[in-house]
Nanobody, 123 residues
């Protein structure tokens, strides 16, 4: 397991952009596939996307539709979520998580979680 801390959330207007960061502690970071999830008020936590251990592969939920990009820098123990063309329905708490399988898309498949960062999209 690793310790994860998200940052970069905030208030943005519709159509704007944000880049979220997830910083990990420990030297085993590169051994984990990483995922991003989000949870809006009154809704279940849902899968946003994931990136493989080396960063060579990514996969995304259908609602992303090319707007979001996940990347990682293993030298910095950090994973990123770049969000463009944000919509009010993107408002949620965003979480990063570490898992064993790149193909996993459900929260129970990820063993380590950050505390989340709030993203609010206005208008």
């Amino acid at each position: 397991q690793v310790q994860l801390v998200e940052s970069g959330g905030g208030l943005v207007q519709a159509g704007g952009s944000l880049r979220l960061s997830c910083a990990a502690s420990g030297r085993t970071f590169s051994s984990y596939a990483m995922g991003w999830f989000r949870q809006a008020p009154g809704k279940e936590r849902e899968f946003v996307g994931a990136i493989s251990r080396t960063g060579s592969s990514t996969r995304y939920a259908e609602f992303v539709k090319g707007r979001f990009t996940i990347s990682r820098d293993n030298a910095k123990n950090t994973v990123y979520l770049r969000m463009n063309s944000l919509k009010p329905e993107d408002t949620a708490v965003y979480y990063c998580a570490a898992g064993f399988l790149f193909g996993a898309s459900t929260p129970i498949d990820f063993g380590s979680w950050g505390q989340g960062t709030q993203v609010t999209v206005s208008s």
